[in-house]
């Protein structure tokens, strides 16, 4: 057949109503559900999309937002200032510096030059590998330096390293250093109070922090500010019961005492009679709060309020007048105290003198152990650990000063004969400098007792009777006779001012023995005795040498700190004492 002949049969064929398709070149082979299942995949995926974007648009909006937020808002904090904290009389103890925190966006440094990178260690005062370490965290921030000086800030701002970043914050400085430390204490790298007052007054002094909303660009440069979301709130200052003046005296004296007797401490706590407040505490060894970088435990350790001991001799005035106040004795009843030793409750106790009979005054300004124990064992032991209790002896302090310790008193009950008579001359029963301190407020003041403040007082606090007015009149008599010719502590007289007090020289414990070579020295003493001013109590641990007694290790301290005390508040003189008697005799008697 021609091809003529194809084509018209063709045109038939089409006019005929013949398909297209049915050309066998032309033929489909694949099976109809294939071309329906794609056509539902195709729906499903639109589909699909469509749901995947209601939710995106629809439900997930908040959160969508929040995460784009992220990469270019930021919640910046702003620190709350510090209060400052000042003595009696507006003289700054501690106050708090604008410096700035250096941190890093590690991923972001790595393309750091090295160049700039030993600039920055250099700048920090870090090695080379200490900043490595820091930059190979695999967290988005880290610290690289804490509380920079604002100078060396700006000298790292200065490099331009990619990642680097500086945030404000504080650093706390002591300006009379370690004068004042035991009473202020001191704030680590997060400004939180760490010991002493800075500690004790945490939430008054640490204010609240603020905080704004910000945008950074992708170098973390601040580009526009949102929001304030809170105002910083400044902490208050502290207005703190310290005389910065008696401070420092004491502080020197107890520090040239321990230089001289090669002791291992000294302490020394000064008192206002009339209101409770604490003028002056310190201590011996002591460490800069500016620069701890050295700071031990024992630099550490604030020994007024935190070491218990036992006082000796210096607790006998609290037996006397104990027994004055039940009338069981008066200033002038007499007692056998033999040739220096007795047998009492099957034990040998013992003075350093022989006393023979003597009267009440004379056992107080001798120290007659033997004394002081036939007093005792002349009253219930009951009564006795009333009156320790009702002085703060064996009861937590509740003076707002972390870390001070109650000391021991076992309860009466448990006493032995021979454990009444020597707790009666201070010995089975400890006690801190400030508790001893304070007990003798009963003495100084007309029986009573107030509350101790480290925070100046505006308002006299009442007391709480422990004795009679006319017995703690008796007792400021008996405790004056100790520091005049013939007592153990002559060497605290002070030139133009009566004053009185008790020496005590105890034997440390040391694994549950008295030692015979260790030895804590101690006077407690008020001024001036026509109406008494200050307390003032002074310790000395284990002097070296020959000279170890209370009297002569303490008593001087005490000598020119009352001295100073007095004149730096302008106390009017009174006495015609001229200067300092010390007879060849003196110190006689358990010192």
């Not at 002591?174 to 009473?183: A, F, L, M, N, S």
Request: charged residues 20%; hydrophobic residues 40%.
């Amino acid at each position: 057949m021609s091809r003529g002949s194809n084509v018209n049969n063709s045109r038939v064929a089409a006019s005929k109503g013949v398909a297209f398709s049915k050309s066998p070149v032309l033929a489909v082979r694949l099976p109809v559900w294939r071309s329906r299942v794609v056509l539902f995949v195709l729906f499903a995926a639109f589909a699909a999309l469509a749901g995947r974007a209601l939710w995106l648009q629809g439900v997930s909006t908040q959160f969508l937002q929040k995460q784009g937020e992220i990469r270019y808002a930021r919640t910046l904090d702003l620190p709350a200032t510090r209060g400052k904290i000042t003595d009696r009389d507006g003289q700054v103890l501690a106050s708090s510096i604008p410096v700035k925190a250096i941190w890093a966006i590690p991923d972001d440094v790595q393309e750091a030059p090295p160049a700039k990178l030993k600039q920055l260690a250099r700048l920090l005062d870090m090695s080379d590998a200490e900043l490595q370490k820091k930059l190979d965290s695999d967290r988005g921030f880290v610290y690289l330096k804490r509380q920079v000086e604002q100078d060396v800030a700006t000298k790292v701002t200065e490099l331009g390293i990619e990642g680097i970043q500086t945030r404000k914050e504080y650093k706390r400085f002591y300006p009379q250093g370690e004068v004042t430390t035991h009473v202020v204490g001191f704030t680590n790298v997060e400004d939180m109070g760490q010991e002493s007052m800075e500690l004790a007054q945490q939430k008054t002094l640490q204010g609240v922090p603020g905080s704004r909303r910000v945008i950074k660009d992708r170098l973390g440069h601040i580009v526009e500010d949102i929001e304030s979301v809170r105002e910083p709130h400044d902490g208050k200052d502290l207005t703190l019961s310290i005389d910065s003046k008696i401070q420092y005296i004491a502080f020197t004296q107890v520090k040239d005492a321990v230089e001289k007797f090669h002791a291992k401490a000294g302490a020394a706590v000064v008192l206002d009679v009339h209101t409770g407040e604490v003028l002056a505490l310190a201590n011996w060894p002591t460490y800069n709060p500016n620069d701890r970088s050295k700071l031990t435990g024992e630099q550490l350790r604030n020994r007024v309020m935190t070491d218990s001991f036992e006082p000796g001799s210096s607790l006998k005035p609290f037996t006397v007048g104990l027994a004055l106040d039940e009338k069981r004795i008066t200033p002038h009843t007499m007692f056998d105290t033999g040739a220096g030793s007795a047998l009492i409750g099957g034990h040998i106790i013992h003075d350093t003198h022989p006393h023979y009979m003597i009267d009440v005054q004379t056992i107080i300004q001798k120290s007659s152990n033997i004394g002081t124990s036939k007093i005792a064992l002349g009253m219930p032991a009951e009564d006795m650990w009333e009156m320790f209790t009702k002085v703060g002896f064996g009861q937590q302090p509740k003076w707002g000063f972390p870390g001070a310790v109650a000391g021991r008193v076992r309860p009466y009950k448990s006493w032995r004969t021979v454990e009444q008579a020597n707790m009666s001359f201070g010995q089975g029963i400890s006690v801190s400098l400030i508790q001893l301190a304070r007990a003798y407020m009963i003495f100084a003041r007309d029986g009573d007792i107030i509350p101790l403040s480290f925070q100046k007082v505006t308002e006299a606090p009442h007391g709480t009777p422990v004795i009679s007015p006319k017995t703690a009149a008796e007792m400021r008599e008996m405790l004056e006779m100790v520091t005049q010719p013939g007592g153990s502590a002559v060497k605290a007289q002070v030139p133009g001012y009566r004053v009185g007090g008790k020496t005590g020289t105890a034997q440390k414990v040391l694994n549950g023995r008295y030692s015979q070579s260790k030895y804590i020295g101690n006077f407690i003493g008020m001024a001036p005795m026509s109406n008494p001013r200050f307390i003032i109590a002074v310790m000395i641990d284990e002097p070296g040498g020959p000279v170890h007694v209370g009297g002569d290790v303490a008593g001087p301290i005490f000598s020119t700190l009352a001295a100073q005390a007095l004149r730096a508040k302008n106390v009017a003189p009174d006495s015609d004492l001229t200067h300092i008697i010390i007879p060849e005799s003196a110190a006689q008697g358990n010192m």
